[in-house]
């Protein structure tokens, strides 16, 4: 694989149970390049290792007054130089590719698992870890994976050159033979207490880089409550811990550096002394003491590259462990699917709470626990959780049968309300139904068309607004009439100021859309989610950033752009809610009331609690007053007519 073929068209399947197992992977799957950069790198490294043959040869042609010797050491000399500077070119070139293949390879993998598991992955993993290894940590991945074949050259180099200083002079050579190993192995002691020390600074680095993200993404917020100069404190301590670390775990490497210096000039000095007494005592020539001299020399360059790789492996080691991590993390369902392609259509019903969406209706969900909404926002579209599986209650399971309160009769029922129900142990939990057709049995593509959710925190991607609603539709929505019913009037309006171009569609969005307000990023993606018009639509409090004014115009525009499809809001808004078509109240994880929305906040005390945010006592002294046929206040009871009476004054105001 050449860098002009990438991207790759299969990546792999990537052995992902251990750090040191995705690593060994990784370098089974670049195999080519590895023996690539292999041969090039022995080509380099035996040139530099034989220059000191060729020096010695034509010291000795000097001493013994030989003119053709010297020339063809010349000519030796001259064919080594050429030999080193293609190696060292080829072994350049082969290894930034391996370095730059790799780290296309992993990113790849890592874009794959984050499509495959959508919004639960930041469920699953820290946001600041999923940056941290889709940046840095792949690049030390790719250093280690283009490390090893230069390793490995050098290697093979240092033990050809003790092998060939044995032969060429035997008493030198041996003691070459015998000191090499002990400086290649004498760092081995240190290695543990530097990966140690390596490995708790880029788990402060990792958590620092986790705040600064956290923080940049809500500095908005923090703002606004004052609170930016306690998080900003925070980043500076935890900046202070990387430093502090990073500082210890420099002094062990520079410690290795110090032991990889000392010790060849350690036995430099002993083959000088010991070459000296042999040069005297007439058994060795000058040239044989200059050349094993130069090859002792020249050996501390391949050397260097045990300490590289050892420094390589050791930072690699937990970037790769992140990665596996992520690339080991699996949805509950295949990709792949069991069905045929072809989306479904009709009622959507989720089996577990017995929530059920008429096709072609807008439905409202009412959760008391926002995580409850978002989860089951999850589960409709298609998304399991990790709470999917562990216990569920024993009325989920009589709402799975088909006899709980979502079955299609618009009917009160207060099964999900009764304490005595006992847990149930599930392995699995079923699937939700579009249209009778489990959608963990559609390909993923096919699910993710057919049903569409928007959760509580969209993100906007920066650039055009045009190629922001320029998205996956049936093309019977135009954008305009999505920005209309999700009243983005005001959001054209402010990115036209901002822009050069009068066309608001030709308007630059920034990052995640921070130039804009809360309530304008979420307006724009619902004009997002509307332009799509999937079979089915999940949205997740779509207003809750936006004023009462605003939100009862966006509830009649959804009403109206969505009708005939089948949508679903999970809110506890009172103006979205009064224009659904059905209101359903979420109880303790299963259908516990289903209406319209007045009748509801009439006779369901606990869907009153949830929308009107009544307490307890406000809940005790109004049943008393309905008892009394009074108001809290002592005065006479309005009646059913009062109550909408009042509530259309409310509305107008």
Known sequence: ?????????????????????????????????????????????????????????????????????????????????????????????????????????????????TAALGAALTRRVA??????????????????VEALSRFAAAAVTVVVVCVGLVLYQPALGIVVAVGMPVLALAVLPLLPRATRRADQQREKAGRATELASDTVAGLRVLRGIGGEELFLDRYRRASQEVRTAAVRSARMWSLISAVQVLLPGLLLIAVVWY?????????????????????????????????EIAMAYSFSRPSAQRAARVLSLERVTEPGGLRASEAPAGDLY?????????????????????????????RLGGHPTDADTGTRSASASASASGDGSGSGSDSHSGSGSDPAKAATPVTALPSVLLGGVPLDELPLDTARTAVLVQDKDPVLLSGTLAELLDVPSSGSVRPAEALAAAQCADVLDALSQASLDDDPMNARITERGRSLSGGQRQRLALARSLVTDPEALVLDEPTSAVDSHTEARIAEGLRALRSGRTTVVLTSSPLLLDRADRVVLVHEGTVAAVGEHRELVLNEPRYRAVVTRETDEEAASAALSRNAGTSPHGEPGLGDAGIEELTEIEETA
């Open 350 to 378: 989720d089996p577990v709470t017995g929530l059920l969406a008429p096709a072609g209706r807008l439905t409202a969900v009412v959760c008391g626990d926002p995580d409850l909404a978002g989860r089951l926002a999850d």
């Open 127 to 144: 946001a600041g870890e999923v940056v941290a290894v889709s940046t840095g940590d792949v690049e030390k991945i790719g250093w280690f």
């Open 275 to 307: 070459g000296i007494e042999l040069a005297r005592q007439g058994r060795i020539t000058v040239g044989e003491l200059v050349t094993v001299y130069s090859a002792v020399m020249i050996l501390n360059y391949p050397l260097r590259h045990f300490e």
């Open 1 to 113: 694989m050449q860098i002009h073929d990438l991207p790759y068209p299969d990546p792999g399947l990537p052995d992902a149970r251990s750090g040191p197992r995705f690593l060994l992977w990784l370098g089974r799957n670049q195999l080519g390049g590895q023996l690539k950069s292999l041969c090039w790198g022995l080509l380099h490294f035996l040139s530099v290792a034989s220059l000191p043959y060729g020096v010695g040869f034509a010291v000795q042609a000097v001493v013994d007054g030989s003119g053709s010797r010297l020339a063809l050491a010349g000519g030796l000399i001259l064919l080594l130089g050429a030999a080193l500077a293609l190696g060292d070119t080829m072994l350049h070139r082969t290894a930034v590719t391996n370095w730059i293949t790799a780290a296309a390879r992993v990113q790849q993998l890592l874009a794959r698992r």
